[in-house]
């Protein structure tokens, strides 16, 4: 298996455009997380689904951002509009089933707003 | 709700030396603990986790952690640390109860020299 892909890896934009990361989950995992890891506040769990079903969004910083599950193998993170403080690595991980199993994580999209 | 302090930002220690990382979690519902790891420009991979039983948790690369519930910590050892442990390595809990959600420290930089 390829593991958890992430893209793009590298996204540079500029404040008030809309960015969307993308995720596809290990074949089989049934849950999907997505993290944001700075400098300033380490690493924060955003946002996490079960079987294609939104569990806790508390870690979401505000409306302008988004997550979906369109279906059970790929996810998206939506900014709009971005701002240069949302720059950061995020990371999205899946496991094969929330709690006691592995979370395997992506490479990471490192994004930067200017 | 659910905290993890990692006591040592950045722990310098020489090759085929002894390491301990520090980990102290709050929490008052039972959790299972995790150590992950990141090396440069990649996303986490798990090393351990303690669930229940021996309190001793033998992982991979030759590390280990031991639960204390008492002190409540999970400090992560490795008897002779190599130069390819350099890396940044996080401690996590997660409720008990198959939430998936983990709440991780600030993280610890591991800096391996020769």
């Known amino acids: 298996d390829a593991g958890v892909i992430q893209s793009p890896r590298h996204e540079v934009t500029e404040m008030g455009q809309e960015v969307t990361l993308r995720c596809k989950l290990i074949s089989g995992h049934n849950s999907l997380f997505w993290y944001r890891q700075t400098m300033m506040r380490g690493l924060e769990l955003l946002i996490y689904?079960?079987?294609?079903?939104?569990?806790?969004d508390s870690g979401m910083p505000e409306d302008r951002f988004s997550a979906k599950m369109p279906n059970a193998s790929f996810s998206t993170l939506k900014i709009q509009p971005s701002e240069p403080r949302d720059s950061a690595v995020y990371f999205c991980?899946?496991?094969?089933?929330?709690?006691?199993?592995?979370?395997?994580f992506g490479p990471g999209t490192r994004l930067t707003v200017l | 709700a659910q905290s993890v302090t990692q006591l040592d930002s950045q722990v310098p220690v020489f090759e085929e030396a002894p390491v301990e990382l520090r980990c102290n979690y709050s929490?008052?519902?039972?959790?299972?603990l995790f150590w992950y790891v990141q090396y440069p420009n990649q996303g986490l991979q798990l090393l351990l986790k303690?669930?229940?039983?021996?309190?001793l948790v033998k992982g991979i690369n030759g590390f280990e952690a031991e639960f204390n519930k008492s002190q409540t910590s999970f400090h992560l050892r490795k008897p002779s640390v190599h130069i390819s442990d350099t890396a940044e390595y996080f401690c996590a809990v997660s409720p008990t109860g198959n939430t998936g959600k983990l709440i991780f420290g600030q993280g610890t930089t591991l800096q391996v020299k020769p």
């Open positions: 991980a899946s496991s094969l089933v929330g709690g006691t199993d592995e979370q395997f």
């Open positions: 303690y669930l229940s039983g021996s309190t």
């Open positions: 929490s008052s519902v039972s959790v299972y």
């Open positions: 689904f079960n079987n294609n079903v939104p569990i806790d």
